[in-house]
């Protein structure tokens, strides 16, 4: 069934094969054709954004929340140059994205042409692929292997250059039936006799915990019901890293948190003094170990992950599965039940006492104020207000991230959209409009601080545009927090350039792109101001004035290891000199 | 890319001890810009080029082969094949030091300058290590020799005292042997 066609509307016609209905971008002089092309149809809306950079965090967004290939489309020069950080993220946190982006025609690339710049060799380092298509006959292939490339296997973001002449050039078009990829096929079931032996680690296992990750969430929802089934079976404790949260629900009885650098003192404890690791589509990144040759020295390792390169390169493991987490969570679970495995159940009692001991630390406990708003109050207040909504969670990156990670309890996957490798200020606003575009009838909120708000506070005028009720809850405590905070324990307390000074008046800006501002600076009126913005029809800024100097704890500092967090209580002891506990080599890391 | 990158500071448990040196092979498409995404790992992650090599090896399915010659301890060894096997349009990544038996040639072109006693030789060397003469002037000759990379350190050292000008290498092409492919 091919047709003849020209490049651009070729590309149309692959979203739509592709099941995409709705794409982020921001036009320009090499992407006209495409934009004429859109213009034609109503099947694929186009959603304007304000800066390049927003339809990339939108298009992560709406990817997060959906498990479908977000989309943007982008000119060239700079509007590819704009969307870097986007792709950049996205490569990170194993986000599926196809970015689009216009090129100058085919002959006048490489003579620094206006609008130019190698776009496919810029993003090579920040893609996990990405083609120029030189010539129409390529074009189709092109685009249906790009969203195959971008979901399959580890999932990440894929880069399609497109020359203004091949959005013209006629050819003829191919369905994505046609196309099969001849080298990238990922293994997506995992080794049957590795599997049996890595359950009967479990079985033999005294003092176990599960470690999972993004990863259980980029395998699909099936992959959380496995999960959830495989802890109910087995009677572990589990913890989650910051990208996993909501694959199993906090409510749950076997959770401990989130682990790593902010993460609870059990869950991190836990992870110190286990025999047995089974880790599932985690990274062991740096701030889930903490010092490496100190991290879970007593431990046998399993790792399950689809990108073999996860494997062994930050800590070596005692058992690696390589495969799609659903498939081997699956597999797993019918090899416990066919081999009839039992858990150590006088062991598993012991262990959960321990834990319980740890859980009895409190560690997300905060000094409560009647005067001024405490951000982890904030937080609290608004999970018990949404909780019981169809409510979508996204955030700036700072303080506010961590402590909406800790105070807001996630029950489902996908519901929690936040930039973590990267760590990209200014991803939220946009990402919450990306998520508001795939759920227009949810409540979506952007918890966010003053500082990171300002990175992509242009996007609020999209919001505006298309009508998107997206609340934004500003934790304003007039700092870059998490840079304070920083400063406070390397740097003697010398903030600079963390304080931000000439803050604009939140809700007079709310109002000025038309929307609603509210400012609560009181804890007693806080519940009803937090209503009154979720009964807001339309985008809120919320300016919620909090404690100014309150720090993120618990901790692990960075060079320690997981059992020698700071805990709140420490760092309120008049005795103990906050600035001492960070060594000289813990200072050289970040 | 001589010396071995620093490892990131949260890497203590890999040791900077036991770097051994390990030849690849690597078959690829070859499509534009492949090769820029293999030397941009090794830069991007901090590994080491010793030697590489590229050149397509079937034309009909535009295939390459690429042989690099790395240095590493074996868990940044395994890290490389890993990576190396996540780029899109990589076929398939060996390592060749892995295998049993691995023949490993490189040629070189050696221009060296000299008259009489020099001269003489110049030539009595070259014929010790079965080096052909491909050109020649009343004052120099240029050798092609075909060996081992260490056969060819050898030759050019000898040939620096005698009146050594300039030397070209190919870098490293390495195979397995006996009947199995990689």
């Known amino acids: 069934m091919s047709k003849q066609m020209t490049g651009a509307e070729m590309i149309v016609e692959a979203l739509k094969d592709q099941g995409v209905d709705t794409i982020f971008g921001y036009p320009g002089g090499a992407v006209l054709p495409i934009y004429d092309a859109l213009f034609q149809q109503e099947t694929v809306q186009h959603v304007l954004v304000r800066h390049e950079q927003g339809a990339a965090h939108a298009a992560e967004g709406y990817a997060r929340s959906t498990g479908k290939v977000g989309v943007l489309l982008v000119t060239s020069g700079p509007g590819a140059t704009n969307a870097i950080t986007g792709l950049t993220d996205a490569l990170l946190d194993s986000i599926p994205l196809v ?121 699909g929802p099936r992959a959380s019901t496995l999960l959830r089934e495989l802890v109910a079976m087995t009677g572990f404790p589990i913890t989650s890293t910051l990208m996993g949260l909501g694959s199993y629900p906090a409510s749950g009885d076997n959770w401990l948190g989130m682990l790593g650098m902010h993460g609870t003192y059990e869950a991190n404890h836990t992870m110190h003094d286990c025999d047995l690791m089974i880790a599932v589509g985690a990274r062991f990144d740096d701030r ?81 104020s009647a005067s001024t708003i405490k951000p982890q109050y904030a937080v609290q207040r608004l999970y018990e207000l949404t909780k019981d909504r169809d409510t979508y969670i996204t955030t700036e990156v700072g303080q506010h991230q961590m402590w909406a990670a800790q105070h807001y309890h996630f029950e489902e996957p996908n ?49 505006v545009q298309y009508r998107l009720p997206v609340k934004i809850f500003i934790l304003n405590n007039e700092y870059m927090g998490m840079v304070r905070q920083w400063q406070e324990l390397l740097h003697g307390g010398r903030y600079s350039q963390s304080y931000s000074e000439a803050l604009p008046d939140f809700v007079k800006l709310a109002e000025a792109y038309g929307g ?35 720090n993120c704890f618990p901790m692990i500092p960075s060079g320690k290891a997981h059992n020698e967090m700071i805990l709140a209580e420490l760092s309120d002891d008049a005795g103990v000199e906050i600035g001492s506990i960070i060594d000289e080599k813990g200072k050289m890391l970040v | 890319m001589n010396a071995i990158a620093a490892l990131s500071p949260y890497s203590s448990s890999l040791g900077k001890s036991n770097i051994e040196r390990h030849t690849l092979s690597v078959l690829v498409d070859n499509e534009p810009g492949v090769l820029a995404r293999v030397v941009g790992l090794f830069s991007g992650r901090g590994y080491n080029i010793e030697s590489l090599t590229v050149a397509e090896v079937a034309h009909g399915e535009h295939l390459s082969r ?68 491909i050109d020649a002037t009343i004052e120099s000759f240029i050798f092609e020799l075909t060996g081992s990379p260490t056969k060819i350190d050898d030759f050019v050292e000898l040939m620096r005292p005698i009146g050594l000008v300039e030397v070209s290498r190919t870098g490293v092409a390495a195979i397995t042997r006996g009947a199995q492919g990689m």
């Open chain 1, 415 to 463: 519901r929690w959209m936040t930039s973590g490798g990267l760590g990209t200020m200014g991803y939220g606003l946009p990402a919450a409009i990306g998520v508001q575009m795939a759920h227009p009838k949810s409540l979506v909120i952007d918890i966010a601080g003053e500082a990171s708000i300002l990175m992509n506070m242009q996007e609020m005028s999209t919001a």
């Open chain 2, 66 to 133: 690429i042989t690099i010659v790395t240095a590493g301890t074996p868990e940044v060894i395994e890290q490389i094949s890993h990576q190396l096997e996540r780029i899109v349009p990589i076929h398939k990544v060996t390592d060749l030091s892995m295998q049993d038996k691995v023949i490993e040639r490189e040629l070189a072109m050696i221009k060296v300058h000299g008259t009489g006693d020099h001269r003489s030789e110049a030539l009595r060397l070259a014929e010790a290590f079965r080096a052909k003469v």
């Open chain 1, 99 to 219: 970015c689009l982006t216009g090129q100058v025609p085919t002959h006048l690339i490489g003579s620094d042409a206006f609008q130019e710049c190698d776009t496919v060799g810029i993003t090579r380092h920040c893609t996990k692929h990405n083609y120029l298509v030189r010539s129409i006959e390529d074009l189709p292939r092109i685009l249906h292997e790009a969203f195959y490339v971008a979901r399959s296997g580890r999932p990440g973001p894929v880069v399609v250059d497109l020359p203004k002449d091949v959005q013209f050039a006629l050819g003829l078009y191919q369905g994505p039936l046609n196309i099969q990829h001849k080298t990238y096929q990922p293994k997506l079931k995992g080794d049957i006799d590795r599997i049996r032996e890595a359950v009967a680690m479990m079985a033999k296992a005294k003092r176990p915990v599960f470690y999972t990750g993004g990863g259980v969430i980029n395998s």
């Open chain 1, 516 to 550: 609603k501002g509210i400012r609560c600076s009181d804890p007693e009126d806080l519940d009803r101001a937090i209503l009154e913005m979720i009964d807001y029809p339309g985008p809120v800024i919320f300016d919620c004035i909090v404690a100014k100097e309150e």
């Open chain 1, 288 to 368: 889930i170990t903490g010092r490496l040759d100190a991290f879970s020295p007593g431990s046998k390792k399993i790792h399950i992950d689809i990108d073999p390169s996860s494997i062994n390169k930050n800590v070596k493991v005692d058992m690696s599965i390589v495969g799609d987490c659903a498939h081997v969570l699956e597999d797993m679970i019918s090899v416990w039940r066919a081999e009839g495995h039992k858990t150590d159940d006088a062991a598993l009692g012991a262990w959960w006492k321990q834990i319980d001991h740890w859980r009895a630390r409190k560690s997300l406990a905060y000094r409560a």
